[in-house]
């Protein structure tokens, strides 16, 4: 059973830890946890409709070498752990945000 979010919510949350560009929300791939916005798809100079298409749901890997790994949600292995819900009541799988205060690939935090 997977979290689901509603829409709003989603953005809601986005926008208060990256601001209201959406460009700028961070998404956690579910298996390699890498962070990635658009922003960062647009830095490797990926296509922006691949972009449009794909951030939040396929990992940076997929586009390029030396990132990240080659994770989609398009696979048969379900690995994501939220769906989104839109205002007509369906559901879309998604990458979680990334939490830059709870990552588990924080590195030097104060946690220790
Ligand atoms: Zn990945």
Redesign the pocket.
Known sequence: MHQQVNLDAFRGRATELYGSDPKGWKFA??????P?SALDWDAESIDREVIEKQIGFS????QIKDK????TLGGLLQLHDIEIVDGDGNTHPHFRLHDPANSCLSVGGDDT
Not at 59 to 62: E, K, N, T
């Open positions: 791939c579910p298996r390699c946890h890498t990635q990992c940076i890997g997929r990240g790994c080659n994770w």
